[in-house]
């Protein structure tokens, strides 16, 4: 198939990029999900990319010049992917195995969890290739179970169905595995995203140096930033929406024997609100919230709802605390979350010292040519 793209999208690719939009897209030889031969508006040869009828995301480049996109691309990337996560973390048996633009393989998120894996087709094109991923997949891990989360509301710009399902070996309802000397579970077809926050998981570790006395973990899902912390606070608090993440974080906690561990069902909003005006004080508080920002459009009401969790925090740690601080929204950048942090400490009246700035892991790589592949912010600050 082909597929002609306007000037505007061909200087896009030419700059490194791998996106183009269904706006610079001029002719298309055949509305059909699949690979596509992408064609400059001078009639070059660009590369072949995978092609969405549905989405704004019309085509999303793999391979540059006459290079076919095949199902041997498709393997040799995973494993080129796979022998870099080995490399990079020779002794971790959890680790995201692809990161979709930035390892290649546009759309396509893949997390191994020891003898399980959990993957995601986020757009029509790689949806071509599930059946072939899921066999490279066992070929290359010889995994015990393969996990479909394709339950992703970005698939539903796709024209795609929503699916979460076991498609290969045990469907078990638990995976549990060790990082960092300790067992974290989860429930692979339930919670957010591929089940895990494998982004967060160095984060955690981190904070944990800095944590002390009394810890609220908000936002908490199964627990990672508090179960890390344990050894070092006084006590922990796991607050969360989500009543079977608490369950869980309950199971991960007996799992590791720790006895300092509480967890309580709350809009973390009321929360902070309620700890407010009762005047309750923590010492550390961690904020991993979902992604506020799913779009350019809602960055003004999300910027108000980070500030306020941020504010409030703030003001309920007690002179010298420390305040661990996420955002996963990719529209949400450096510059913006260390102006929202900035006003807040400004309203709040609490100076604030900068001890790290973190961001994801060596196995969710950035591309410089694509700021889209850069997400995470995890800011450690010690609240004055």
Known sequence: ???????????????????????????????????????????????????????????????????????????????????????????????????????????????????????????????????????????????????????????????????????????????DFRFSGKTFAFQPLEGQKTGFFLDQRFNGEAASRYAKGEMLDAFCYVGQFGLHAAPRVASVLCVDASEPALAQVQRNVQANGFENIQTRGANVFDFLKECDLEQRRFDTISLDPPAFVKNKASLKQAWRGYKEINLRAMRLLRPGGILITSS?????????????????????RRPIQLLEKRGQPADHPILLSMPETEYLKCYILRVE
């Open 1 to 175: 198939m082909k597929v002609t793209i306007n000037q505007k999208g061909t200087e896009r690719l030419l700059k490194g990029h791998a996106w183009i939009f269904r706006s610079d897209v001029t002719s298309v030889e055949k509305e059909q999900a699949g690979t596509a031969a992408v064609y400059s508006h001078q009639g070059k040869l660009l590369g072949e990319a995978l092609y969405s009828p549905k989405s704004l995301i019309a085509l999303r480049l793999m391979t540059r010049g006459p290079e076919k996109i095949t199902q041997s691309t498709i393997r040799e990337r995973l494993a080129m992917a796979l022998a870099r996560r080995r490399e990079m973390y020779p002794q971790d048996e959890a680790y995201r195995l692809a990161f979709g633009e930035a390892d290649h393989l546009p759309s396509l998120i893949v997390d191994r969890f020891g003898d399980s894996v959990v993957f995601q087709t986020l757009s029509a094109g790689m949806e071509t290739f599930k059946d072939h991923i899921v066999l490279c997949l066992r070929e290359l891990l010889g995994p015990r179970s393969i996990f479909e989360r394709n339950d992703s509301s970005v698939r539903q710009h796709e024209d795609l169905p929503l699916i979460r399902q076991a498609v290969y070996g045990e469907a078990r309802e638990e995976i």
């Open 328 to 348: 996963c929204s990719q529209h949400m950048n450096v510059e913006l979350f260390e102006r929202m942090l900035s006003e807040a400490a400004r309203d709040a």
